[in-house]
Structure formats: C-alpha cells, structure tokens
C-alpha cells in the first residue's frame, strides 16, 4: 500500500478563496483523521470519520471548515472562505480499529497551507 | 479534559550522548500512550506504544520509554544518538474505546556533531 496519500502538497491562495485539501486513506482502514499542526497550538485533531461517518468534529474551528467522506477511499476538508490565520499544515490519518492492541494511526505527509 | 504536556520546546544533544525527552499527561483512567516522530516534511510515524504489562517499552530505531503512574509520565529515552534522529518528537495519549488521540506539542531534537 502506498499509505496515506494527501493532496495538494502545498496550497498558496488568497483570502476569501475555497481551498479543498484531499486525502485517500489506507486501504481497509475504517477510521480516518484530519489534524492541523501550527506553531502556536501544536497538533490539533479537526475531525474523524469511522466508516465515513463524522463522529467527532468537536476541533474543527468555525462554520468555515467543512470535511466529507462520501466513500471508503476519500476524503476532503473544505476551509470557505480561507483566511490568513488558517496558514498551516493539516495532516490526514488513517488507522484500522480492528480492537486498541492493534491501532495506530498512519500519517500522510501534510498539506501545507498559506493564505495571503 | 485530558491533556499532554511536552516541557520542553527544543533539546540539542551531541551525536552518541544519550536522549531523554520529558512527556507528562492528565487523565482520569489509565491512559494508552504512543510517540511518534516528525522528520522535515514528513507526516508523523510511531516510534512505540504502550498499552499495559511492562511498563518499559521498546520501539523502533533504538528507542524506549518508560510508563511511571506515579509520575504520570511517559519519557522517551535513546542511549546513543544518531544525526538522523533530528527530528520532532511528539508524545500522544489515548483512552481505550475511543479513537481520538491527543497529541503534546512537541519537542525539536537537533543533533550537533
């Protein structure tokens, strides 16, 4: 498997714009994550799906955000309209939760993201 | 609320000395605890986890940690390291039956020769 696979690597775009940030877990992994990491406020979980149901999107910051699996295989996080201050890296993971012994969760490399 | 305490920001440690990275967490039942580790633009991989029994753990790359509950902590530890071990550390906690993890802030190791 070539693991988790986000896309775009970097984003540049202008305040105000949609940006749809992608991200295609592992094959059979059942749960999936979407984080930000920033300087100030380190990792923080946004949202996760199990079975491409949304259990807890406690993290995700304001109506702005927005995050879909419609399959098994996708998923996407939606920021409309971007601003400034939602510059950052959002990771996404994935993790089978085939009972705890067995969890971990798999990281994609990141998507980097700047508003200007 | 449950939280993970990285007290350190930034460690440098001279290639061959020996590591040991702080990790303190706030739970109310015993916690599972992970590590992962960051290199520079990369997404983020699991050094080791501990779930329960032996309280020292060993993972991959040469590293360990070791659960204390009297100190409600998690340290990471390495004897000798490496110039590829510069990287970002992070020490993560869980709880059984739920998924979501929570994540320090992190901790910048930089090797110096």
């Known amino acids: 498997d070539a693991g988790v696979i986000q896309s775009p690597r970097h984003e540049v775009t202008e305040m105000g714009q949609e940006v749809t940030l992608r991200c295609k877990p592992i094959s059979g992994h059942d749960y999936l994550f979407w984080y930000r990491q920033t300087m100030m406020r380190g990792l923080e979980l946004l949202i996760y799906f199990n079975n491409n149901v949304p259990i807890d999107d406690s993290g995700m910051p304001e109506d702005r955000f927005s995050a879909k699996m419609p399959n098994a295989s996708f998923s996407t996080l939606k920021i409309q309209p971007s601003e400034p201050r939602d510059s950052a890296v959002y990771f996404c993971a994935s993790s089978s939760g085939q009972g705890w012994m067995n969890t971990e969760a798999f990281f994609g490399q990141g998507t980097r993201l700047t508003v200007v | 609320a449950q939280s993970v305490t990285q007290p350190d920001i930034h460690i440098t440690v001279s290639e061959g000395a020996s590591l040991e990275l702080r990790c303190n967490y706030s739970?109310?039942?015993?916690?599972?605890l992970f590590w992962y580790v960051q290199s520079p633009g990369q997404g983020l991989q699991l050094l080791l986890k501990y779930f329960s029994g032996d309280t020292l753990v060993q993972g991959i790359k040469g590293f360990e940690a070791e659960f204390k509950r009297s100190q409600s902590s998690f340290n990471l530890r390495k004897p000798s390291v490496h110039w590829s071990d510069a990287a970002e550390y992070f020490c993560?906690?869980?709880?059984?039956?739920?998924?979501?993890?929570?994540f320090g802030t992190g901790t910048r190791l930089t090797i110096i020769p």
């Open positions: 739970y109310g039942a015993t916690p599972y």
């Open positions: 993560a906690v869980g709880l059984f039956g739920n998924e979501k993890l929570t």
